[in-house]
């Protein structure tokens, strides 16, 4: 997952389409986005995601990238983790 992390958003659906469909249900329309230049960690940053909500998404754009994976084989961590947050608090505050 980190790898995908500093990748354009672009590219990264370009991997997975679906994850445009995902990014939608969370009311982030990168998809049809003509921009396009966000990395996939400034995402959540970007949209004002609660710490739950960032998680969960996370979480589903891991599981979009590496379906054949099972979620505890993938990574010990919790999908907030790969971007320096926890529960307590937000990715606002770490990437600035």
Known sequence: MEAYLNRGIKDVIAVNPTIADI???????????NVGTCLLKDIV????????????????????????????ARSSQAA????????NHSIQGSLT
């Open 80 to 87: 907030g983790d790969f971007l320096g947050t926890d529960s």
């Open 45 to 72: 940053e970007i949209h004002r995601l609660p710490p739950e909500k960032e998680k969960e998404l996370m979480a589903r754009i891991e599981q979009a990238l590496y379906p054949d994976t099972a979620p505890a």
């Open 23 to 33: 990014l939608a249900e969370y009311d982030i329309g990168c998809g049809p986005c």
